[in-house]
């Protein structure tokens, strides 16, 4: 069964709307935006959570490395409840391990620039009777999943993951189709993230506080408005402006606009 591409479809109305709520969002509003996405995903698709990442390749990874060099760099839970919460926080720790598992491989494995798949027809029969389905599934109220990878570039992707509880059907190949139809047109959404972080094109990863002085600088707000809104003494918002502009590479306001304007797309 395939997807409708009648645009008077109710489905796919459904995601168009969806892409154009996206786009409304403002720059200094990129975690909303990003929640909104999440949550619209969990709703579109009767699912129990899901969990949104950004995976970096190493400049220099070890010959015999399973991940082939990738690890992850950030992680999102739509409901981050204390159980999901250590259940990620375990994989995200194994993952910079030597003790990773056979889905963790296969998800990093291949260099199509965009797959979608459903958990059931990835993994053999035999990895749903082991202890990392359990654990990190069946323990923490899990029983499907769907997985998206994006590539942004050589050495930075996108990983987006559907779950599913028992009580739930499992996911087809039809729902693994809709999800790829909403993702596949959301490159510029996920650089746009990655760039409120630094990533991509900063010299170095930005601060939670950096972070937080970029995204008012790029609503336009002055340094003393910038101040007053974080909390912050006129002299940590100076240090942190120069900050983000010597990762960036520029030196003043209009060329850092510039550059985030012209790396979008």
């Known amino acids: 069964m395939h997807l409708s591409t009648d645009p008077t479809d109710p489905q796919n109305q459904e995601v168009y709307a969806l892409w154009d709520q996206l ?28 969990l949104w990442g950004v995976v970096v390749r190493l400049p220099s990874p070890k010959r015999a490395d399973p991940l082939l060099g990738w690890r992850p760099r950030l992680v999102r839970v739509l409901d981050p409840i204390p159980a999901v919460a250590a259940s990620v926080q375990k994989q995200y720790d194994t993952l910079w391990s030597d003790d990773v598992d056979m889905s963790q491989i296969l998800s990093m494995s291949g260099d199509e620039p965009f797959r979608v798949r459903l958990l059931f027809e990835a993994l053999p029969p035999e990895w749903f009777e082991g202890k990392h389905y359990r654990r990190h599934y069946l323990d923490v109220g899990f029983a499907d999943s769907i997985s998206v990878r ?69 609503d336009g707000d002055t340094e003393s408005r910038i101040a007053q809104k974080l909390d912050q003494s006129p002299n940590t918002t100076h240090f942190h402006v120069k900050s983000i502009y010597a990762k960036f590479g520029v030196r003043n306001r209009p060329s850092l606009s510039a550059l985030w304007l012209g790396k979008l797309r």
């Open 23 to 50: 786009a409304e969002f403002p720059v200094a509003d990129g975690d909303a935006a990003l929640t909104h996405l999440l949550s619209a995903l969990r709703t579109m698709l009767s699912a129990r959570n899901v």
């Open 150 to 218: 994006i590539a942004l570039n050589d050495d930075v992707r996108i990983r987006l993951f559907v779950f599913r509880d028992a009580q739930a059907p499992r996911f087809t190949p039809q729902d693994g189709q809709r999800l790829g139809f909403v993702m596949r047109a959301l490159r510029w959404f996920h650089r746009e993230q990655l760039l409120s972080h630094g990533l991509l094109i900063a010299k170095a990863p930005l601060t939670p506080a950096e972070r937080r002085v970029l995204l008012a600088l790029l």
